[in-house]
Every structure is written in C-alpha cells, then in structure tokens.
C-alpha cells in the first residue's frame, strides 16, 4: 500500500487477556517506530526498530509490553495481561533511514474494559 | 517538568487570522524539531522539520527554533478552517536513538 497500515483500527479487549497489534510499514522502510497516544496527550516513544532488531526499546512501559519485526517489515506489538490503563491509541510510524521523515499510521485504538 | 511542554489550548480563531503555536523544551541535546497536525482520530502529518536554530517556510507555515531561549514556534499565516487540528510539537537529539519527544498538542480551531 501507499501508507503505513495498522490492524485493527480499533480493539476491544477484556481485562487480562493477550493482544496483538499489526504494523505494516510503507514499502522498502527500514526504520519502524511504535507510540502510544493517550487521550489529550502527544505520543509516547514505545520502541524504535532498525531493519530487524530493536535499537531501542526504552519505551516499553513493561515486561508485558513486547515488539517483533522478524524479516524486517511487518512488525507485531503484543501486550500480555492487559490492563485499563493500557487503553490508548497505539500508533506506528516508518522512514526510509535515519534522519529522515517519520509516516504515521492511523493508529490502533485500543479499549480494555 | 516534562521534557517539552506544549500549551494544549483549545485556541480558536477567525479565518484569516495569523495563529502562533509554541513549544518550550529543556534537554538542550534536541537539534531536530518537528511540527506535526493531527486531524481527529488519524495519524499525525509531518508539516515542518528544522535542524537546529533558525526559520524555516513553507507556504503560509513557519516554523522558527530558538534554541538559545529552548523556545519553537509555528506561524501559520492567513487560517482557513482546513487548518483545525491538533498540532504536536516534536524533537530529538543528534545521533543516538531516533525517538521523538512530543508536546501534548494545542488543538486549534479556525472559524469561517
């Protein structure tokens, strides 16, 4: 696609269960970004990957909180035992290479109930 | 203190007028500084990128980084009620990771 896509748009979970959510970045971008944007508030650095490792993973808020990105494109962000507060909208982004301009997607938004 | 504030308004104006958008920050390492809009429930839009200080146009948008004051704005020039939105301020350092740190976004309403 054009874009960088993210499934679902939209996921509701119950307390404690298991999540994955899907990034598909543009096309030939090695960079991939994961942020979480919680109502009224701007976007919280999760976790950075180059090609197929995770140059930075700072961000991940816990040991709940996992990220893959096996053969360099597609990347999965899991949560184990969802909390409430884990409720946001999860957003990924792409570039070409370092430096250079960041695609969001539209963003996953999750509600735990 | 939060590494970069952003006031979050909301601000509202007449179409036509002169809107002024600001960021504060206090890791003097940023030299990269973003302007990012956000439209509802979608993914923030690059508008501005400035490497370290100085003004940059494009358009009816202009973005200037002060980095002596820790201080960035965004100007956009004659509002239409397209430009309502949320605009995030965002940075980074030289070097090291490639992570942004953002404001909270001023929400932004042009009135026709």
């Known amino acids: 696609g054009a874009g960088v896509s993210q499934t679902p748009s939209n996921k509701v979970t119950e307390k404690g269960k298991y999540v994955e959510l899907r990034c598909d970045p543009i096309?030939?971008?090695?960079?991939l970004y994961w942020y979480r944007q919680s109502l009224g508030q701007g976007p919280e650095f999760l976790i950075y990957f180059q090609g197929t490792g995770a140059a930075d993973d700072s961000g991940l808020p816990n040991d709940r909180f996992f990220a893959v990105r096996p053969e360099g494109s597609v990347s999965t962000l899991k949560i184990q035992r969802t909390e409430r507060g884990d409720s946001a909208v999860y957003l990924c982004?792409?570039?070409?290479?370092?430096?250079?301009?960041?695609?969001f997607g539209q963003g996953t938004r999750l509600t735990v109930v | 203190q939060k590494e970069v504030e952003q006031d979050p308004g909301p601000l509202s104006v007449p179409e036509g007028a002169i809107v002024s958008l600001n960021c504060t920050y206090s890791n003097s390492a940023f030299q990269y500084f973003m302007w990012y809009r956000q439209y509802s429930r979608k993914g923030p839009e690059l508008l501005m990128y400035?490497?370290?200080?100085g003004n940059k146009e494009d358009g009816r948008f202009t973005a200037q980084v002060d980095k002596s004051s820790k201080y960035i704005s965004l100007f956009i020039r004659d509002s239409q009620p397209s430009d309502s939105a949320t605009y995030l301020c965002?940075?980074?350092?030289?070097?090291?990771?490639?992570?942004?740190?953002f404001g909270k976004g001023t929400k932004l309403t042009v009135n026709p």
């Open positions: 965002a940075m980074r350092p030289q070097g090291g990771s490639e992570k942004l740190v």
């Open positions: 400035t490497y370290s200080s």
């Open positions: 982004a792409s570039s070409s290479w370092v430096n250079t301009e960041a695609f």
């Open positions: 096309s030939g971008h090695t960079a």
